[in-house]
């Protein structure tokens, strides 16, 4: 049987043209260590692996989402057992200031530090993050948790101007974390000892008088009041952190089963792509050769 020479050249061009096709494809394998290069190559696992990545980018989300939460978290407790810890040292002296033993000048002298705790307590509830956002003014976070004016009458100078809302965020599928604070109550406090350290600063003082009692222990109720409503929080966010704690762990063990699975559908054998790259080179390079040697002969080298 004769085969025409121009058949016999388009054989031999698809045959190397297969075998080079398939020399890159093998090649990109193992550059990039995965075996399924287009989703045509195996529809049934580039369906899987797609779901997998898909689950894989949530799941880095939510543990972003937590990593961030768990930061302003303790950010806030910190904030917050700053404030109780001013709060006791205020406490204290104001235990000290009912002894009805001291004298006036004893009780001039608690102006001072009383001032400073005043000071310091206003000044932490109106922290600020490090986008200039205020921390515990609820979801109002452009506006002042509390403010003063002077003008106002005493006892009424400090108010709470932020908001209860609350902001949450994302940590996993279905589930949320409230992620902010509020300071509302401790314009109370500030107000007291507003009234307190005005009391106090009088040009006469009678440390048994009765206003005097009357407003020190007011105060100290006050104190109590706010110890007790910022312990409260600092429990709160204690728990959260706990449970957001567990979450990531689930995440990272969930992450760990994707990844593993991941790389079981979609990683290449090395060591077969070897034997396969390998045997598509010899058949090109014994294409070659048979293409080069039978094209030389002709029906007159029989002769």
Known sequence: MRI??????????????KNQE?????????????????PSDDPVDSVRLSRLRREEASIKQYRDNIAAVQQRMSKNEGYLQNMVN??????????????????????????TSLSSIRDSLMYTANA????????????????????YDANA?????????????????VVGNGITQTAN???????KLLNQLDQTIASLSAPTIDPNAPA????????LDGFDDAMDLLAGKIAVLGGQQNILKTIDGNHQNVSLSNK???????QLDAGAAAIELSGYSTALQASYKAYSKIGTLSLFSAL
């Open 22 to 38: 398939r020399i890159t494809y093998v090649t990109q394998q193992m550059a990039n260590g995965n075996r399924i290069q287009l």
């Open 212 to 219: 005097l009692k009357n407003t020190l222990s007011a105060n």
């Open 260 to 266: 593993m699975a991941i790389n079981d559908i979609g």
């Open 86 to 111: 001013d709060m006791q040292s205020g406490r204290d002296l104001l235990v000290w200031a009912s002894d009805g033993s001291n004298a006036p000048d004893d009780l001039k002298a608690m102006v």
């Open 153 to 169: 009458p005493l006892g009424s100078r400090y108010k709470f101007a932020g908001n209860t809302n609350n902001q949450t965020v």
């Open 128 to 147: 600020i993050d490090q986008e200039g956002r205020y921390v515990f003014s609820g979801t109002s976070t452009s506006t002042a948790p509390i403010a």
């Open 4 to 17: 025409a020479t121009s058949q016999y050249q388009s054989m031999m061009n698809q045959s190397l043209q």
């Open 181 to 187: 604070q509020n300071v509302n109550g401790m314009e």
